[in-house]
């Protein structure tokens, strides 16, 4: 079955410090890859997306995601992280038709 | 630009009732949009493809009688829950893809609907 995993329940990280939440996928051929986040109560928001190319994608708020084909992951980076960047963060991967399989999720708390 | 908006944000009913979800695109057309459910402290899982103009596609294990989708116009996707039980009650989230013709669009998400039932 083709699924994404993310190892981390919850991330800690002090304020102004870089975060790194984990993914790493099972899906066959050339996935695109994607991070969501999610506030409290609301709907995924988008930040950003692998499709071909660079291996490092920048997208919004600061945040950029490091995609290695050898150990199929994309990892979700920032190198200074804010109190406001707490929050439930999703990666996703493309299984074909643009059906997304998610991950379980990572919570991020960032301290003051 | 890519607004997606869901209506209700919650609502509370009656076991044995039927609930309608309203997912609209608001500055795009989506010629596809998506029905995925959340439960608690856990991620989402994709219900059904609506597409429109034609007949949503369910997931496996989804009851196609039980969720209804009509998918009716290019800004609109409703999901309505048939004879609702306590077992329905979640979170509803639905997602629109903007019609290009490309296949790397991005799925942009309504805010959800909260979905009690008593």
């Known amino acids: 079955a083709q699924s994404v995993a993310q190892p981390e329940d919850q991330v800690n990280v002090a304020e102004g410090n870089p975060l790194t939440v984990k993914c790493t996928y099972s899906v066959s051929g050339n996935p695109y890859l994607f991070w969501y986040v999610q506030y409290p109560n609301r709907g995924l928001q988008f930040l950003l997306k692998y499709i071909t190319g660079d291996n490092l994608v920048k997208g919004s708020y600061g945040f950029e995601a490091e995609f290695n084909k050898s150990q199929t992951s994309f990892h979700l980076k920032k190198p200074s992280a804010l109190v406001s960047d707490s929050a439930l963060y999703f990666c996703a991967a493309d299984t074909g038709f643009q059906k997304l399989v998610f991950g379980t999720g990572t919570r991020l708390l960032v301290s003051p | 630009g890519a607004v997606v908006s869901q209506h209700p944000s919650w609502v509370i009913c009656k076991s044995g009732t039927s609930v309608k979800i309203e997912c609209r695109s608001l500055d795009f057309q989506a010629t596809t949009m998506f029905w995925y459910r959340q439960f608690p402290k856990q991620s989402l899982m994709l219900m059904a493809t609506s597409n429109e103009g034609s007949k949503a596609t369910y997931e496996q294990g989804v009851e196609k009688d039980k969720f209804l989708i009509n998918h009716a116009s290019l800004t609109l996707s409703t999901l309505t829950v048939t004879s609702a039980h306590p077992e329905d009650s979640s979170f509803y989230i639905c997602?629109?893809?903007?019609?290009?013709?490309?296949?790397?669009?991005?799925?942009?998400f309504g805010p959800g609907t909260r979905l009690l039932v008593l």
């Open positions: 997602s629109a893809i903007r019609t290009s013709g490309r296949t790397q669009e991005t799925q942009y």
